[in-house]
Protein backbone atom coordinates (compact mmCIF):
# COMPACT_ATOMS: atom_id res chain seq x y z
CA UNK A 1 0.00 0.00 0.00
CA UNK A 2 3.31 1.99 0.09
CA UNK A 3 3.63 4.85 -2.22
CA UNK A 4 4.12 3.78 -5.86
CA UNK A 5 7.19 4.64 -7.42
CA UNK A 6 7.76 5.79 -11.22
CA UNK A 7 9.75 2.52 -11.63
CA UNK A 8 6.61 0.23 -10.16
CA UNK A 9 4.03 2.15 -12.27
CA UNK A 10 6.22 1.34 -15.03
CA UNK A 11 6.22 -2.43 -14.04
CA UNK A 12 2.72 -2.22 -13.30
CA UNK A 13 1.67 -0.93 -17.16
CA UNK A 14 3.71 -3.75 -18.36
CA UNK A 15 1.93 -6.36 -16.74
CA UNK A 16 -1.54 -5.01 -17.51
CA UNK A 17 -0.03 -4.88 -20.92
CA UNK A 18 0.35 -8.96 -21.27
CA UNK A 19 -2.62 -9.15 -19.12
CA UNK A 20 -4.93 -7.46 -21.91
CA UNK A 21 -3.01 -9.85 -24.80
CA UNK A 22 -3.67 -12.96 -22.22
CA UNK A 23 -7.53 -11.87 -22.15
CA UNK A 24 -7.80 -11.56 -25.79
CA UNK A 25 -6.24 -14.52 -26.83
CA UNK A 26 -7.60 -16.61 -24.77
CA UNK A 27 -11.25 -15.18 -25.59
CA UNK A 28 -10.47 -16.01 -29.21
CA UNK A 29 -9.43 -19.58 -28.48
CA UNK A 30 -12.46 -19.79 -26.26
CA UNK A 31 -15.19 -18.49 -28.71
CA UNK A 32 -17.34 -16.88 -26.67
CA UNK A 33 -17.20 -14.87 -23.20
CA UNK A 34 -17.35 -11.08 -21.61
CA UNK A 35 -14.36 -8.67 -23.27
CA UNK A 36 -14.81 -5.45 -22.62
CA UNK A 37 -15.13 -5.58 -18.32
CA UNK A 38 -12.28 -8.32 -18.65
CA UNK A 39 -10.09 -5.62 -20.44
CA UNK A 40 -11.84 -2.87 -18.33
CA UNK A 41 -10.37 -4.47 -15.20
CA UNK A 42 -6.80 -4.89 -16.69
CA UNK A 43 -4.98 -1.90 -14.28
CA UNK A 44 -6.46 -2.69 -11.03
CA UNK A 45 -6.26 -6.14 -11.02
CA UNK A 46 -2.58 -5.85 -11.70
CA UNK A 47 -2.38 -3.27 -9.39
CA UNK A 48 -3.82 -5.66 -6.71
CA UNK A 49 -1.89 -8.67 -7.87
CA UNK A 50 1.87 -6.90 -7.86
CA UNK A 51 1.23 -4.39 -5.40
CA UNK A 52 -2.00 -4.37 -3.08
CA UNK A 53 -2.68 -7.68 -1.99
CA UNK A 54 -0.78 -9.71 0.72
CA UNK A 55 -0.95 -13.39 -1.39
CA UNK A 56 1.63 -16.27 -2.45
CA UNK A 57 0.77 -17.87 -5.75
CA UNK A 58 3.17 -20.36 -4.33
CA UNK A 59 0.66 -21.27 -1.33
CA UNK A 60 -2.39 -19.79 -2.74
CA UNK A 61 -4.14 -21.14 0.38
CA UNK A 62 -2.09 -19.34 3.03
CA UNK A 63 -4.41 -18.59 5.85
CA UNK A 64 -3.13 -15.04 6.24
CA UNK A 65 -3.55 -14.24 2.61
CA UNK A 66 -6.15 -11.04 2.04
CA UNK A 67 -9.23 -12.18 0.55
CA UNK A 68 -10.04 -10.73 -2.68
CA UNK A 69 -14.13 -11.80 -3.44
CA UNK A 70 -15.22 -11.06 -7.34
CA UNK A 71 -18.68 -10.77 -7.75
CA UNK A 72 -19.01 -10.10 -11.28
CA UNK A 73 -17.56 -13.68 -11.89
CA UNK A 74 -17.80 -12.95 -15.53
CA UNK A 75 -14.74 -10.68 -15.94
CA UNK A 76 -12.79 -13.66 -15.16
CA UNK A 77 -11.07 -13.65 -18.13
CA UNK A 78 -8.70 -11.10 -16.24
CA UNK A 79 -8.57 -12.99 -13.04
CA UNK A 80 -7.21 -16.07 -15.01
CA UNK A 81 -4.71 -13.91 -16.89
CA UNK A 82 -3.84 -11.77 -14.02
CA UNK A 83 -3.01 -15.01 -11.61
CA UNK A 84 -1.35 -16.51 -14.56
CA UNK A 85 1.28 -13.96 -14.87
CA UNK A 86 1.32 -13.62 -11.23
CA UNK A 87 3.03 -17.37 -11.54
CA UNK A 88 -0.55 -19.26 -10.28
CA UNK A 89 -0.26 -21.44 -13.12
CA UNK A 90 1.24 -21.53 -16.50
CA UNK A 91 0.34 -19.29 -18.91
CA UNK A 92 -0.26 -21.75 -21.85
CA UNK A 93 -3.45 -23.06 -19.38
CA UNK A 94 -5.34 -19.91 -19.98
CA UNK A 95 -6.00 -21.31 -23.78
CA UNK A 96 -8.20 -24.10 -22.12
CA UNK A 97 -10.50 -21.02 -20.61
CA UNK A 98 -14.17 -22.59 -21.34
CA UNK A 99 -12.95 -26.04 -22.52
CA UNK A 100 -14.19 -28.91 -20.86
CA UNK A 101 -12.71 -29.75 -17.61
CA UNK A 102 -10.69 -27.28 -17.47
CA UNK A 103 -9.95 -25.23 -14.47
CA UNK A 104 -10.34 -21.83 -15.95
CA UNK A 105 -14.00 -22.55 -16.26
CA UNK A 106 -16.34 -20.01 -17.86
CA UNK A 107 -17.56 -18.53 -14.56
CA UNK A 108 -14.92 -18.74 -11.71
CA UNK A 109 -15.57 -22.14 -10.31
CA UNK A 110 -13.94 -23.20 -6.42
CA UNK A 111 -14.53 -27.15 -7.63
CA UNK A 112 -12.22 -26.50 -10.59
CA UNK A 113 -10.18 -24.22 -9.13
CA UNK A 114 -9.70 -24.56 -5.35
CA UNK A 115 -8.26 -21.50 -4.50
CA UNK A 116 -10.94 -19.31 -5.94
CA UNK A 117 -11.92 -17.59 -2.95
CA UNK A 118 -15.86 -18.35 -4.18
CA UNK A 119 -17.62 -19.23 -7.19
CA UNK A 120 -19.39 -16.59 -8.91
CA UNK A 121 -21.16 -15.75 -11.86
CA UNK A 122 -24.57 -15.11 -10.60
CA UNK A 123 -24.48 -11.25 -10.23
CA UNK A 124 -25.38 -9.43 -7.25
CA UNK A 125 -24.31 -12.05 -4.03
CA UNK A 126 -20.32 -11.05 -4.16
CA UNK A 127 -20.68 -8.35 -2.06
CA UNK A 128 -22.43 -10.16 0.63
CA UNK A 129 -19.82 -13.21 0.84
CA UNK A 130 -17.32 -10.27 1.76
CA UNK A 131 -19.43 -8.66 4.26
CA UNK A 132 -19.34 -12.49 5.49
CA UNK A 133 -15.90 -12.39 5.66
CA UNK A 134 -15.42 -9.12 6.72
CA UNK A 135 -17.89 -10.07 10.12
CA UNK A 136 -16.14 -13.31 10.49
CA UNK A 137 -12.75 -11.10 11.22
CA UNK A 138 -14.63 -8.70 13.35
CA UNK A 139 -15.88 -11.30 15.43
CA UNK A 140 -13.15 -13.30 15.88
CA UNK A 141 -10.33 -9.99 16.02
CA UNK A 142 -9.03 -10.68 12.57
CA UNK A 143 -6.34 -8.44 10.77
CA UNK A 144 -7.43 -9.61 6.76
CA UNK A 145 -8.41 -7.38 4.10
CA UNK A 146 -11.26 -8.21 2.41
CA UNK A 147 -11.62 -6.75 -0.83
CA UNK A 148 -14.49 -7.65 -3.29
CA UNK A 149 -14.72 -6.01 -7.22
CA UNK A 150 -18.40 -5.50 -8.26
CA UNK A 151 -19.58 -4.23 -11.66
CA UNK A 152 -21.80 -1.14 -11.95
CA UNK A 153 -24.81 -3.23 -13.71
CA UNK A 154 -25.08 -5.34 -10.42
CA UNK A 155 -26.09 -2.48 -8.62
CA UNK A 156 -29.38 -3.54 -9.95
CA UNK A 157 -29.70 -6.65 -7.69
CA UNK A 158 -31.81 -6.02 -4.35
CA UNK A 159 -29.15 -8.17 -2.88
CA UNK A 160 -26.33 -6.09 -3.13
CA UNK A 161 -28.07 -3.24 -1.67
CA UNK A 162 -28.72 -5.17 0.98
CA UNK A 163 -25.00 -6.33 1.96
CA UNK A 164 -24.29 -2.13 1.33
CA UNK A 165 -26.93 -1.88 4.16
CA UNK A 166 -25.32 -4.48 6.22
CA UNK A 167 -22.02 -3.62 6.26
CA UNK A 168 -22.38 0.15 6.52
CA UNK A 169 -24.49 -1.17 9.92
CA UNK A 170 -21.50 -3.34 10.73
CA UNK A 171 -19.21 -0.37 10.15
CA UNK A 172 -16.52 -3.13 8.39
CA UNK A 173 -13.86 -1.12 8.33
CA UNK A 174 -11.65 -3.92 7.02
CA UNK A 175 -13.87 -4.36 3.62
CA UNK A 176 -12.73 -2.42 0.67
CA UNK A 177 -14.67 -2.36 -2.71
CA UNK A 178 -13.81 -1.80 -5.84
CA UNK A 179 -17.14 -0.96 -8.13
CA UNK A 180 -15.88 -1.49 -12.09
CA UNK A 181 -17.93 1.35 -13.20
CA UNK A 182 -17.95 1.27 -16.57
CA UNK A 183 -21.37 2.41 -17.51
CA UNK A 184 -21.95 -0.39 -19.60
CA UNK A 185 -24.07 -3.41 -19.10
CA UNK A 186 -25.16 -6.25 -21.30
CA UNK A 187 -27.85 -5.00 -23.04
CA UNK A 188 -26.67 -1.42 -23.65
CA UNK A 189 -26.13 1.60 -21.24
CA UNK A 190 -26.16 1.54 -17.21
CA UNK A 191 -28.02 4.45 -17.28
CA UNK A 192 -30.51 3.59 -20.15
CA UNK A 193 -31.01 -0.02 -18.51
CA UNK A 194 -31.71 0.64 -14.85
CA UNK A 195 -29.96 4.56 -13.91
CA UNK A 196 -28.00 4.20 -11.19
CA UNK A 197 -26.85 7.97 -10.87
CA UNK A 198 -25.22 9.40 -8.45
CA UNK A 199 -23.22 6.04 -6.90
CA UNK A 200 -21.39 8.13 -4.69
CA UNK A 201 -23.72 9.85 -2.58
CA UNK A 202 -25.72 6.10 -2.56
CA UNK A 203 -23.27 4.68 -1.10
CA UNK A 204 -22.61 7.76 1.60
CA UNK A 205 -26.70 7.62 2.81
CA UNK A 206 -25.33 3.86 3.47
CA UNK A 207 -22.72 4.95 5.85
CA UNK A 208 -19.75 4.19 3.39
CA UNK A 209 -15.81 5.96 3.12
CA UNK A 210 -16.00 6.82 -0.37
CA UNK A 211 -13.21 7.45 -3.12
CA UNK A 212 -14.10 8.25 -6.98
CA UNK A 213 -10.81 7.59 -9.21
CA UNK A 214 -10.14 7.23 -12.30
CA UNK A 215 -9.42 3.33 -12.74
CA UNK A 216 -6.89 3.31 -15.32
CA UNK A 217 -4.65 5.70 -12.64
CA UNK A 218 -1.94 3.26 -10.76
CA UNK A 219 -1.82 6.24 -8.76
CA UNK A 220 -5.22 7.49 -7.81
CA UNK A 221 -6.90 3.49 -7.28
CA UNK A 222 -3.45 2.94 -4.61
CA UNK A 223 -3.89 6.38 -3.33
CA UNK A 224 -7.74 5.74 -2.65
CA UNK A 225 -6.96 1.70 -1.52
CA UNK A 226 -4.34 3.53 1.07
CA UNK A 227 -7.03 6.11 2.31
CA UNK A 228 -9.56 3.47 2.70
CA UNK A 229 -7.25 1.28 4.87
CA UNK A 230 -6.93 4.49 6.92
CA UNK A 231 -10.50 4.90 8.00
CA UNK A 232 -11.25 2.20 10.52
CA UNK A 233 -14.81 3.42 11.22
CA UNK A 234 -16.84 2.13 8.30
CA UNK A 235 -16.27 0.32 4.97
CA UNK A 236 -14.71 1.86 1.73
CA UNK A 237 -15.67 2.09 -1.55
CA UNK A 238 -13.58 3.06 -4.55
CA UNK A 239 -15.81 3.53 -7.52
CA UNK A 240 -13.57 3.58 -10.41
CA UNK A 241 -14.49 4.65 -13.82
CA UNK A 242 -13.15 2.88 -16.54
CA UNK A 243 -13.46 2.49 -20.01
CA UNK A 244 -14.75 -0.45 -20.92
CA UNK A 245 -12.47 -2.54 -23.73
CA UNK A 246 -9.73 -0.24 -22.52
CA UNK A 247 -6.28 -0.44 -24.75
CA UNK A 248 -8.38 -1.15 -28.06
CA UNK A 249 -9.61 2.02 -29.70
CA UNK A 250 -12.51 0.63 -31.82
CA UNK A 251 -13.94 -1.56 -29.04
CA UNK A 252 -13.67 0.63 -26.26
CA UNK A 253 -17.20 2.19 -24.95
CA UNK A 254 -18.84 -0.25 -26.77
CA UNK A 255 -21.57 -2.10 -24.99
CA UNK A 256 -21.94 -4.93 -27.82
CA UNK A 257 -18.34 -5.64 -26.56
CA UNK A 258 -19.77 -6.84 -22.44
CA UNK A 259 -20.81 -10.28 -24.02
CA UNK A 260 -19.14 -11.48 -26.76
CA UNK A 261 -15.45 -12.47 -27.85
CA UNK A 262 -13.41 -11.41 -30.88
CA UNK A 263 -12.64 -13.23 -34.04
CA UNK A 264 -9.36 -14.26 -35.28
CA UNK A 265 -8.95 -11.26 -37.38
CA UNK A 266 -10.56 -8.77 -34.70
CA UNK A 267 -8.17 -9.98 -32.91
CA UNK A 268 -5.12 -10.39 -34.61
CA UNK A 269 -5.58 -6.48 -35.00
CA UNK A 270 -6.11 -5.55 -31.07
CA UNK A 271 -3.21 -7.50 -29.92
CA UNK A 272 -0.82 -5.61 -32.79
CA UNK A 273 -2.43 -2.12 -31.08
CA UNK A 274 -2.19 -3.19 -27.87
CA UNK A 275 1.63 -3.97 -28.14
CA UNK A 276 2.26 -1.30 -30.02
CA UNK A 277 -0.65 1.15 -28.09
CA UNK A 278 -0.73 3.20 -24.49
CA UNK B 1 -46.72 -51.12 18.83
CA UNK B 2 -44.06 -48.42 19.98
CA UNK B 3 -40.73 -49.97 18.93
CA UNK B 4 -39.39 -49.57 22.78
CA UNK B 5 -35.42 -49.97 21.86
CA UNK B 6 -35.92 -46.42 20.87
CA UNK B 7 -37.43 -45.35 24.09
CA UNK B 8 -39.92 -43.36 22.85
CA UNK B 9 -42.47 -41.57 24.75
CA UNK B 10 -44.34 -43.61 26.73
CA UNK B 11 -47.33 -41.38 26.76
CA UNK B 12 -47.76 -40.54 23.59
CA UNK B 13 -50.95 -42.27 23.06
CA UNK B 14 -52.46 -40.33 25.69
CA UNK B 15 -55.20 -37.33 25.43
CA UNK B 16 -52.78 -34.96 27.44
CA UNK B 17 -49.53 -35.91 25.45
CA UNK B 18 -46.81 -32.90 26.11
CA UNK B 19 -46.40 -30.93 23.25
CA UNK B 20 -43.55 -28.31 22.13
CA UNK B 21 -42.61 -26.92 18.83
CA UNK B 22 -39.76 -28.10 16.74
CA UNK B 23 -38.53 -24.76 16.72
CA UNK B 24 -37.99 -25.14 20.46
CA UNK B 25 -36.10 -27.72 20.49
CA UNK B 26 -33.91 -25.82 17.69
CA UNK B 27 -33.61 -23.25 19.86
CA UNK B 28 -32.37 -25.06 23.12
CA UNK B 29 -29.66 -26.93 21.06
CA UNK B 30 -28.44 -23.70 19.63
CA UNK B 31 -28.27 -22.36 22.94
CA UNK B 32 -26.09 -25.35 23.96
CA UNK B 33 -24.52 -25.26 20.95
CA UNK B 34 -22.95 -21.62 21.82
CA UNK B 35 -21.99 -23.02 25.09
CA UNK B 36 -19.97 -25.56 23.29
CA UNK B 37 -18.46 -24.52 19.75
CA UNK B 38 -16.88 -21.19 19.85
CA UNK B 39 -17.20 -21.06 16.32
CA UNK B 40 -21.19 -21.06 15.74
CA UNK B 41 -22.65 -17.75 14.24
CA UNK B 42 -26.12 -17.25 14.33
CA UNK B 43 -27.81 -14.82 12.19
CA UNK B 44 -31.23 -13.86 11.45
CA UNK B 45 -33.75 -11.98 9.36
CA UNK B 46 -35.82 -9.83 11.90
CA UNK B 47 -37.70 -12.77 12.81
CA UNK B 48 -35.15 -14.09 16.09
CA UNK B 49 -38.28 -14.90 18.55
CA UNK B 50 -40.18 -16.60 16.12
CA UNK B 51 -37.46 -18.92 15.29
CA UNK B 52 -36.33 -19.04 19.16
CA UNK B 53 -33.05 -17.90 17.93
CA UNK B 54 -33.49 -15.11 20.10
CA UNK B 55 -32.01 -17.84 22.95
CA UNK B 56 -28.85 -17.06 21.15
CA UNK B 57 -29.19 -14.18 20.62
CA UNK B 58 -29.91 -12.88 24.51
CA UNK B 59 -26.28 -15.31 25.53
CA UNK B 60 -23.92 -14.56 22.74
CA UNK B 61 -24.62 -11.01 21.14
CA UNK B 62 -20.96 -10.76 20.01
CA UNK B 63 -21.67 -13.95 17.98
CA UNK B 64 -25.49 -12.95 16.37
CA UNK B 65 -26.01 -11.41 13.67
CA UNK B 66 -29.16 -9.11 12.14
CA UNK B 67 -29.63 -8.65 8.77
CA UNK B 68 -32.77 -7.47 8.59
CA UNK B 69 -35.86 -8.72 6.04
CA UNK B 70 -33.01 -9.35 3.80
CA UNK B 71 -33.09 -13.42 3.08
CA UNK B 72 -30.81 -13.37 0.08
CA UNK B 73 -28.18 -11.40 1.92
CA UNK B 74 -28.85 -13.72 4.96
CA UNK B 75 -27.72 -16.98 2.60
CA UNK B 76 -24.54 -15.10 1.08
CA UNK B 77 -23.21 -13.40 4.13
CA UNK B 78 -23.01 -16.65 5.75
CA UNK B 79 -21.40 -18.33 3.27
CA UNK B 80 -18.78 -15.76 3.41
CA UNK B 81 -18.68 -16.39 7.25
CA UNK B 82 -18.47 -20.33 6.62
CA UNK B 83 -15.66 -19.69 4.36
CA UNK B 84 -13.34 -18.20 7.12
CA UNK B 85 -14.04 -21.40 9.06
CA UNK B 86 -17.53 -20.74 11.42
CA UNK B 87 -20.47 -22.43 11.31
CA UNK B 88 -22.85 -20.20 10.75
CA UNK B 89 -26.69 -20.83 11.30
CA UNK B 90 -29.32 -18.85 9.06
CA UNK B 91 -32.45 -18.48 10.52
CA UNK B 92 -36.22 -17.15 9.57
CA UNK B 93 -39.78 -18.63 7.76
CA UNK B 94 -39.01 -21.62 5.37
CA UNK B 95 -40.58 -19.79 2.86
CA UNK B 96 -38.36 -17.21 2.91
CA UNK B 97 -35.19 -19.36 3.73
CA UNK B 98 -35.14 -21.65 1.59
CA UNK B 99 -37.84 -19.83 -0.44
CA UNK B 100 -36.99 -16.56 -1.23
CA UNK B 101 -33.51 -17.30 -1.67
CA UNK B 102 -32.96 -20.61 -3.37
CA UNK B 103 -30.70 -19.18 -5.66
CA UNK B 104 -27.72 -17.66 -2.97
CA UNK B 105 -28.65 -21.34 -0.72
CA UNK B 106 -27.48 -22.97 -4.19
CA UNK B 107 -24.58 -20.98 -5.67
CA UNK B 108 -22.64 -19.24 -2.48
CA UNK B 109 -23.42 -21.79 -0.29
CA UNK B 110 -23.92 -25.42 -2.06
CA UNK B 111 -21.94 -25.01 -5.00
CA UNK B 112 -19.33 -23.05 -2.62
CA UNK B 113 -19.79 -25.97 -0.01
CA UNK B 114 -19.53 -24.00 2.42
CA UNK B 115 -21.10 -25.48 6.03
CA UNK B 116 -23.72 -23.35 6.20
CA UNK B 117 -26.92 -24.20 8.66
CA UNK B 118 -30.00 -22.90 7.13
CA UNK B 119 -32.82 -23.25 9.05
CA UNK B 120 -36.86 -22.72 7.91
CA UNK B 121 -39.24 -22.34 10.47
CA UNK B 122 -43.14 -22.13 10.14
CA UNK B 123 -43.29 -25.18 7.39
CA UNK B 124 -45.87 -27.26 6.64
CA UNK B 125 -49.85 -26.49 6.45
CA UNK B 126 -49.25 -26.52 10.41
CA UNK B 127 -48.93 -22.30 10.47
CA UNK B 128 -52.43 -22.14 10.41
CA UNK B 129 -53.61 -18.98 10.76
CA UNK B 130 -51.56 -17.45 8.68
CA UNK B 131 -52.53 -18.49 5.71
CA UNK B 132 -51.59 -20.06 2.44
CA UNK B 133 -49.19 -17.37 1.17
CA UNK B 134 -46.54 -18.05 4.55
CA UNK B 135 -47.45 -22.29 4.53
CA UNK B 136 -43.95 -23.65 3.09
CA UNK B 137 -45.24 -26.82 1.20
CA UNK B 138 -42.45 -27.01 -1.48
CA UNK B 139 -39.28 -26.60 0.77
CA UNK B 140 -38.18 -30.30 0.81
CA UNK B 141 -38.53 -30.00 -3.10
CA UNK B 142 -36.59 -27.06 -3.40
CA UNK B 143 -33.51 -27.96 -1.48
CA UNK B 144 -33.78 -32.14 -2.35
CA UNK B 145 -32.51 -31.08 -5.72
CA UNK B 146 -29.75 -29.23 -4.87
CA UNK B 147 -26.20 -31.13 -5.20
CA UNK B 148 -24.33 -31.39 -1.57
CA UNK B 149 -26.62 -30.63 0.90
CA UNK B 150 -28.15 -32.30 3.48
CA UNK B 151 -31.94 -31.89 4.34
CA UNK B 152 -33.37 -32.90 8.51
CA UNK B 153 -37.37 -33.19 9.15
CA UNK B 154 -37.30 -33.24 12.81
CA UNK B 155 -40.29 -35.09 14.07
CA UNK B 156 -40.26 -33.19 17.58
CA UNK B 157 -38.82 -31.03 19.77
CA UNK B 158 -35.97 -33.47 21.08
CA UNK B 159 -35.46 -34.45 17.49
CA UNK B 160 -34.99 -31.09 16.14
CA UNK B 161 -32.59 -30.41 19.30
CA UNK B 162 -30.50 -33.72 17.93
CA UNK B 163 -30.58 -32.64 14.66
CA UNK B 164 -29.23 -29.16 15.42
CA UNK B 165 -26.79 -30.12 17.58
CA UNK B 166 -25.19 -33.08 15.54
CA UNK B 167 -25.04 -30.18 12.33
CA UNK B 168 -22.53 -28.15 13.72
CA UNK B 169 -20.33 -31.44 13.82
CA UNK B 170 -20.52 -31.29 10.19
CA UNK B 171 -19.15 -29.74 7.35
CA UNK B 172 -22.08 -30.57 4.70
CA UNK B 173 -24.48 -27.02 3.79
CA UNK B 174 -27.60 -28.64 5.69
CA UNK B 175 -31.34 -27.60 5.49
CA UNK B 176 -33.58 -28.18 8.89
CA UNK B 177 -37.10 -27.75 8.30
CA UNK B 178 -39.12 -26.66 11.36
CA UNK B 179 -43.00 -26.02 12.46
CA UNK B 180 -44.57 -23.34 14.45
CA UNK B 181 -47.18 -25.06 16.81
CA UNK B 182 -46.05 -27.50 19.90
CA UNK B 183 -47.24 -30.53 18.70
CA UNK B 184 -46.83 -34.13 20.41
CA UNK B 185 -43.38 -35.43 21.72
CA UNK B 186 -42.82 -38.44 20.44
CA UNK B 187 -39.43 -39.13 21.11
CA UNK B 188 -37.18 -38.89 24.61
CA UNK B 189 -33.86 -37.39 25.64
CA UNK B 190 -32.60 -41.03 25.50
CA UNK B 191 -33.88 -41.74 21.66
CA UNK B 192 -30.93 -42.45 20.11
CA UNK B 193 -30.59 -40.00 16.55
CA UNK B 194 -28.08 -39.67 13.68
CA UNK B 195 -28.28 -37.63 10.48
CA UNK B 196 -29.33 -40.17 7.88
CA UNK B 197 -30.72 -43.41 9.94
CA UNK B 198 -34.25 -43.78 9.25
CA UNK B 199 -35.66 -45.38 12.24
CA UNK B 200 -38.77 -47.72 13.26
CA UNK B 201 -40.64 -46.07 15.86
CA UNK B 202 -43.89 -48.64 15.46
CA UNK B 203 -44.19 -52.50 14.74
CA UNK B 204 -46.30 -55.19 14.82
CA UNK B 205 -46.44 -56.66 18.31
CA UNK B 206 -45.52 -60.31 16.24
CA UNK B 207 -44.97 -61.42 12.25
CA UNK B 208 -44.26 -59.32 9.43
CA UNK B 209 -45.72 -56.05 8.63
CA UNK B 210 -48.61 -55.98 5.72
CA UNK B 211 -48.13 -52.55 4.85
CA UNK B 212 -45.21 -49.61 5.56
CA UNK B 213 -45.14 -46.27 6.91
CA UNK B 214 -42.70 -43.76 5.82
CA UNK B 215 -43.28 -40.35 7.73
CA UNK B 216 -41.41 -37.34 8.09
CA UNK B 217 -41.65 -34.26 10.68
CA UNK B 218 -44.69 -33.67 13.18
CA UNK B 219 -47.06 -35.45 10.68
CA UNK B 220 -45.19 -39.08 11.84
CA UNK B 221 -47.69 -38.51 15.08
CA UNK B 222 -50.49 -39.00 12.57
CA UNK B 223 -48.62 -41.97 11.11
CA UNK B 224 -48.11 -43.30 14.78
CA UNK B 225 -51.71 -42.77 15.45
CA UNK B 226 -53.20 -44.13 12.29
CA UNK B 227 -51.18 -47.39 13.03
CA UNK B 228 -52.31 -47.77 16.46
CA UNK B 229 -56.01 -47.70 15.15
CA UNK B 230 -55.02 -50.26 12.48
CA UNK B 231 -53.30 -52.13 14.63
CA UNK B 232 -56.13 -52.90 16.62
CA UNK B 233 -58.50 -53.81 13.18
CA UNK B 234 -55.33 -56.61 13.33
CA UNK B 235 -53.17 -54.77 9.98
CA UNK B 236 -49.79 -54.98 10.82
CA UNK B 237 -48.19 -51.86 10.10
CA UNK B 238 -44.43 -50.73 10.44
CA UNK B 239 -43.74 -46.74 10.79
CA UNK B 240 -40.47 -45.27 10.07
CA UNK B 241 -39.13 -42.41 11.20
CA UNK B 242 -37.82 -40.51 8.13
CA UNK B 243 -36.17 -37.44 9.45
CA UNK B 244 -33.36 -37.04 6.87
CA UNK B 245 -34.67 -36.60 3.76
CA UNK B 246 -31.16 -36.45 2.22
CA UNK B 247 -29.55 -38.31 1.57
CA UNK B 248 -31.84 -40.99 2.04
CA UNK B 249 -31.74 -44.08 4.11
CA UNK B 250 -32.12 -46.23 1.40
CA UNK B 251 -31.44 -49.35 3.19
CA UNK B 252 -33.80 -48.48 5.79
CA UNK B 253 -36.48 -47.36 3.01
CA UNK B 254 -36.02 -50.92 1.00
CA UNK B 255 -35.80 -53.44 4.04
CA UNK B 256 -39.38 -51.74 4.77
CA UNK B 257 -40.40 -52.05 0.91
CA UNK B 258 -39.41 -55.82 1.05
CA UNK B 259 -40.73 -56.85 3.90
CA UNK B 260 -43.92 -55.13 4.00
CA UNK B 261 -44.22 -54.97 -0.20
CA UNK B 262 -46.84 -51.84 0.33
CA UNK B 263 -46.39 -48.44 1.21
CA UNK B 264 -47.67 -45.52 2.53
CA UNK B 265 -45.35 -42.10 2.73
CA UNK B 266 -47.08 -39.23 4.80
CA UNK B 267 -45.31 -35.69 4.79
CA UNK B 268 -47.12 -31.64 5.77
CA UNK B 269 -45.50 -30.67 1.91
CA UNK B 270 -46.59 -30.46 -1.72
CA UNK B 271 -46.57 -34.64 -2.96
CA UNK B 272 -44.68 -33.23 -6.12
CA UNK B 273 -41.09 -33.22 -5.48
CA UNK B 274 -41.14 -34.23 -1.42
CA UNK B 275 -40.34 -36.43 0.96
CA UNK B 276 -42.63 -39.24 -1.19
CA UNK B 277 -41.10 -38.01 -4.02
CA UNK B 278 -37.31 -39.38 -2.70
CA UNK B 279 -39.10 -42.84 -1.43
CA UNK B 280 -40.38 -43.20 -4.91
CA UNK B 281 -37.06 -42.67 -6.74
CA UNK B 282 -35.51 -45.39 -4.44
CA UNK B 283 -37.97 -47.71 -4.58
CA UNK B 284 -39.31 -47.43 -8.38
CA UNK B 285 -35.16 -48.33 -9.10
CA UNK B 286 -34.79 -51.04 -6.12
CA UNK B 287 -37.80 -52.88 -5.42
CA UNK B 288 -40.93 -52.12 -6.83
CA UNK B 289 -43.92 -51.91 -4.67
CA UNK B 290 -47.34 -49.85 -4.91
CA UNK B 291 -47.02 -46.48 -3.10
CA UNK B 292 -49.48 -44.14 -1.96
CA UNK B 293 -48.92 -40.49 -0.93
CA UNK B 294 -50.35 -38.92 1.83
CA UNK B 295 -49.60 -35.04 1.50
CA UNK B 296 -51.15 -31.69 -0.46
CA UNK B 297 -52.13 -32.48 -3.88
CA UNK B 298 -51.11 -29.53 -6.17
CA UNK B 299 -52.76 -26.51 -4.04
CA UNK B 300 -51.65 -24.16 -1.78
CA UNK B 301 -53.24 -23.40 2.03
CA UNK B 302 -55.08 -21.26 3.51
CA UNK B 303 -56.15 -19.89 7.10
CA UNK B 304 -57.18 -21.90 9.59
CA UNK B 305 -56.69 -24.45 12.70
CA UNK B 306 -53.84 -27.20 11.70
CA UNK B 307 -56.52 -29.70 12.47
CA UNK B 308 -59.05 -28.06 9.79
CA UNK B 309 -56.05 -27.68 7.54
CA UNK B 310 -54.98 -31.73 7.97
CA UNK B 311 -58.47 -32.65 7.37
CA UNK B 312 -59.36 -30.46 4.50
CA UNK B 313 -56.08 -31.26 2.88
CA UNK B 314 -56.01 -34.59 3.84
CA UNK B 315 -53.08 -35.69 5.75
CA UNK B 316 -54.80 -36.45 9.05
CA UNK B 317 -55.24 -39.81 10.54
CA UNK B 318 -58.25 -40.74 8.73
CA UNK B 319 -56.59 -40.02 5.81
CA UNK B 320 -53.21 -42.02 6.15
CA UNK B 321 -55.73 -44.74 7.28
CA UNK B 322 -57.58 -44.26 4.03
CA UNK B 323 -54.35 -44.66 2.37
CA UNK B 324 -53.20 -47.53 3.80
CA UNK B 325 -56.72 -49.25 2.76
CA UNK B 326 -56.09 -48.82 -0.65
CA UNK B 327 -52.41 -49.28 -0.89
CA UNK B 328 -53.40 -52.81 0.78
CA UNK B 329 -55.80 -53.25 -2.20
CA UNK B 330 -53.36 -52.20 -4.73
CA UNK B 331 -50.90 -55.02 -3.84
CA UNK B 332 -53.97 -58.06 -3.16
CA UNK B 333 -54.67 -57.11 -6.81
CA UNK B 334 -51.19 -57.32 -7.40
Given at each position: METLSDRKVKEL?????????????????????????????????????????????????????????LSNGHICPVLYATMAEAGYFPKEELLTLRKFDSRLQGHPDRNFMPWLETSSGPLGSGLSQAVGMAISEKIYGGIKNIYAVLSDGEHDEGNTW????????????????????????????TERVMPLGDLKQKYKNFGWNVFEVNGHDFWEVNNAIYLAHRNKFSPSVIIANTIPSRGVKEWENDYHWHGKAPTKEEAEKAIEELKTGH | MLNQKLKLNTKIFNHDVEKISTRQG????????????????????????????????????????????????LASVASGIASMGRIPFITSYGIFNPGRNWEQIRTTICYNDQPVKIIGSHAGLSVGQDGGSHQMLEDIALTRSIPNIVVISPCDSYEAEKATMACAETKDPTYIRL?????????????????????????PETGLAQVGIIA???ILYNAIMAAHELEKRGIKVKVLNLSTIKPLDTDAVIALAREARAIVTAEDHQIAGGMGSAVAECLSQNYIVPIEFVGVNDKFGQSGTPKELEKHYEIDIQSIISKVEKVIKRKIAK
Open positions: KIKAKNIRISIVEMLTEAGSGHTAGALGMADIFALLYFHTLKHDPKNPLMPSRDRLIEAIMLAGKEKLANLIVIVDRNYIQISGN | FGEGLLQLGVENENVVVLSADLAESTKANLFAEKFPDRYIEVGVAEQNARNNTPIITTVDTPFEIGKAQLVFITGP
